[in-house]
């Protein structure tokens, strides 16, 4: 049997997208929501920013952040959806990528409108185990990390860092019951399971972009605004959407102008003094 050459339309996907990403010459610091909505709060906090939208419900953004040119798109739900975006933004030359995200917390003192950043996340999205063997860790860059700590704490915005779980479904996958009431074997145990080991909250993409920026060179970081508190009961957006979406943009921010001064991204591992400099 004759194989598809790589590179051909077949094994690159959806070239529409591509193309109208190329149109807007997207930067090299990029946020990643799920909501192609949030793309619009991401942009009506920047200056000079520019919207598009692209094939099959995707959102972009480009503009200007405290003189720093970011961009955003949406990834829409999932891993299997994340790891198309990250694909063709990485194939574009995106070298930082952070989720801005939403998740249900796991633990009752954590209210909504509160930030979660996590740097690792459990694996339980089914995608990144067509890349790496279960035990490959799904961890941020601890640059991604203490950007957006620091931008959280700078911007006076309550947040926790730690493990997250990333599954791979919004029902069953994160313990809650499905039509008819449904409960499989994994939903009656996983919240108390994940509980018990620290885990601070559900989500469903951030373990797919740790481990695909891991397994190939890039950085990336994950915050998540709650609006779900899953031992209280409580859903509400409480404002968290958008004190995620400016702790993301900060956060590029910083890393822009670390980079800076370590001549450019990757030229040298980061440390103090690089940060001390950009002050």
Same mark, same amino acid.
């Given at each position: 049997?004759?194989?598809?050459?790589?590179? +051909?339309?077949?094994?690159?996907?959806?070239?529409?997208?591509?193309?109208?990403?190329?149109?807007?010459?997207?930067?090299?610091?990029?946020?990643?929501?799920?909501?192609?909505?949030?793309?619009?709060?991401?942009?009506?906090?920047?200056?000079?920013?520019?919207?598009?939208?692209?094939?099959?419900?995707?959102?972009?953004?480009?503009?200007?952040?405290?003189?720093?040119?970011?961009?955003?798109?949406?990834?829409?739900? @999932?891993?299997?959806?994340?790891?198309?975006?990250?694909?063709?933004?990485?194939?574009?030359?995106?070298?930082? !990528?952070?989720?801005?995200?939403?998740?249900?917390?796991?633990?009752?003192?954590?209210?909504?409108?509160?930030?979660?950043?996590?740097?690792?996340?459990?694996?339980?999205?089914?995608?990144?185990?067509?890349?790496?063997?279960?035990?490959?860790?799904?961890?941020? +860059?601890?640059?991604?990390?203490?950007?957006?700590?620091?931008?959280?704490?700078?911007?006076?915005?309550?947040?926790?860092?730690?493990?997250?779980?990333?599954?791979?479904?919004?029902?069953?996958?994160?313990?809650?019951?499905?039509?008819?009431?449904?409960?499989?074997?994994?939903?009656?145990?996983?919240?108390?399971?994940?509980?018990?080991?620290?885990?601070?909250? !559900?989500?469903?993409?951030?373990?797919?972009?740790?481990?695909?920026?891991?397994?190939?060179? !890039?950085?990336?970081?994950?915050?998540?605004?709650?609006?779900?508190?899953?031992?209280? @009961?409580?859903?509400?957006?409480?404002?968290?959407?958008?004190?995620?979406?400016?702790? @993301?943009?900060?956060?590029?921010?910083?890393?822009?102008?670390?980079?800076?001064?370590?001549?450019?991204?990757?030229?040298?591992?980061?440390?103090?003094?690089?940060?001390?400099?950009?002050?």
């Amino acid at each position: 049997m004759k194989m598809t050459a790589t590179g +051909s339309p077949a094994t690159m996907g959806d070239q529409r997208r591509i193309q109208q990403l190329r149109e807007i010459d997207l930067p090299a610091y990029m946020l990643l929501p799920g909501d192609p909505d949030r793309v619009d709060i991401m942009a009506s906090q920047w200056q000079d920013a520019t919207v598009v939208t692209l094939p099959r419900a995707y959102k972009a953004a480009v503009g200007i952040y405290r003189g720093v040119r970011i961009g955003a798109m949406s990834t829409a739900i @999932g891993a299997p959806s994340l790891e198309n975006v990250f694909t063709d933004l990485a194939r574009l030359g995106v070298h930082t !990528f952070i989720r801005v995200g939403t998740c249900g917390t796991l633990h009752a003192d954590i209210e909504t409108g509160s930030l979660i950043i996590n740097d690792a996340s459990v694996r339980l999205d089914g995608t990144t185990h067509f890349y790496a063997r279960p035990e490959f860790p799904a961890t941020a +860059s601890h640059e991604a990390t203490l950007a957006l700590s620091d931008s959280a704490a700078a911007l006076g915005h309550p947040f926790w860092i730690g493990t997250g779980c990333t599954a791979g479904s919004f029902l069953t996958g994160q313990g809650r019951p499905a039509l008819n009431g449904f409960m499989s074997k994994h939903s009656e145990t996983v919240l108390e399971e994940m509980a018990s080991l620290g885990v601070l909250n !559900f989500e469903m993409e951030a373990a797919s972009l740790l481990t695909f920026a891991r397994i190939f060179g !890039f950085r990336a970081g994950v915050v998540c605004s709650v609006i779900a508190n899953r031992r209280t @009961g409580v859903w509400a957006e409480s404002g968290g959407v958008a004190k995620a979406c400016m702790t @993301g943009a900060e956060a590029l921010v910083r890393l822009s102008q670390w980079d800076e001064q370590r001549g450019g991204h990757g030229k040298a591992p980061l440390v103090a003094a690089h940060i001390a400099a950009s002050a």
